[in-house]
């Protein structure tokens, strides 16, 4: 699961990056034509002055983005096991499907499947077994024991002529444990306590898994919509970034105006990027906890 999110966290990285670079070069552009506009007395010195900090800006964000990139590589790193830092070529995946519809099914999956589960499952069963053991010694025990020979030649002129040449002899043992100062009565609750401490041990861990679950799929559910609402969001950017261009190109509207629809693009773009990377991260904690991780 790390080595997912960790994953994706540096795709996210970079390509925020491309953002940034891309955004500094808009900027970029937006001042050398407003500084051009100024030079021929057609903008004032405040819209230069308003391009040069959104310029600033659009860098300062490319050098931000380029450290948590960084910062994700080791994060990668660090997933893996290795000790020694590269920096990897990273390939884009698909997006999962959508959210399954029915979370309890999900549970149900995860309650079969978790690792942890199904060893606290073989410990209580285990501590049963032995409490049943442990009562069993409280019960008669019988053992029985047989023997058999034959009396050689020179022995039988020894013994008397009555003594058959042939022997054998059958015993039966019974033991009823009645004072014993109340070990096995102590043993047998001990081992019944332990069956269930192990048996509610079992319980609150399958209600973590449960919780986990339902957790994670409310968050994928809540992933899932945010990509079409950050979508609808950068296409609403993009055409208000477009159309405070023209009107102040034509001298409708301020600097002001057009640097706030510059950087409302920027910010819908991030979104949209952060939205698709986070479903797939999402998707892998969901994976996780119904135990489809292996």
């Known amino acids: 699961m790390r080595v997912n999110q960790a994953y994706f966290g540096t795709l996210r990285a970079q390509a925020m990056v491309k953002v940034a670079l891309q955004t500094?070069?808009?900027?970029?552009?937006?001042?050398?034509?407003?500084?051009?506009?100024?030079?021929?007395?057609?903008?004032?010195q405040v819209d230069v002055a308003f391009a040069d900090v959104e310029l600033s800006r659009a860098k300062l964000l490319v050098l931000?983005?380029?450290?948590?990139?960084?910062?994700?590589?080791?994060?990668?790193?660090?997933?893996?096991?290795?000790?020694n830092p590269a920096a990897y070529q990273l390939a884009d995946e698909p997006l999962p499907p959508s959210p399954p519809p029915n979370v309890e099914d999900l549970v149900q999956q995860a309650l079969k499947a978790r690792p942890e589960l199904a060893s606290l499952q073989l410990n209580r069963d285990a501590a049963y077994k032995f409490e049943r053991a442990e009562r069993d010694l409280s019960l008669p025990n019988a053992s029985l024991q047989g023997v058999g020979g034959y009396i050689g030649y020179i022995a039988q002129l020894q013994l008397p002529k009555v003594t058959p040449p042939e022997y054998e002899a059958v015993g039966i043992n019974v033991q009823i444990p009645l004072f014993n100062g109340g070990l096995f009565k102590a043993r047998r609750e001990e081992a019944h306590y332990r069956a269930m401490e192990a048996d509610q041990r079992l319980r609150d861990e399958a209600e973590f898994v449960a919780r986990d679950?339902?957790?994670?799929?409310?968050?994928?559910?809540?992933?899932?919509?945010?990509?079409?609402?950050?979508?609808?969001?950068?296409?609403?950017?993009?055409?208000?970034?477009?159309?405070?261009?023209?009107?102040?190109?034509l001298g409708l509207a301020s600097i002001v105006e057009l640097t706030d629809s510059a950087l409302n693009l920027t910010d819908a773009a991030i979104a949209n990027l952060s939205a698709k990377y986070d479903y797939q991260s999402q998707y892998a904690l969901l994976q996780y906890t119904i135990g489809g991780l292996r």
């Open 213 to 249: 679950v339902r957790t994670a799929w409310a968050g994928l559910s809540i992933a899932y919509q945010r990509i079409d609402v950050t979508a609808e969001m950068l296409r609403a950017a993009t055409q208000a970034q477009q159309l405070a261009k023209g009107r102040y190109d």
């Open 64 to 83: 931000q983005t380029q450290d948590q990139v960084q910062q994700a590589f080791a994060e990668l790193t660090r997933a893996l096991g290795s000790e």
């Open 24 to 44: 500094v070069e808009a900027r970029q552009y937006l001042t050398d034509q407003v500084t051009q506009l100024f030079n021929n007395k057609l903008k004032s």
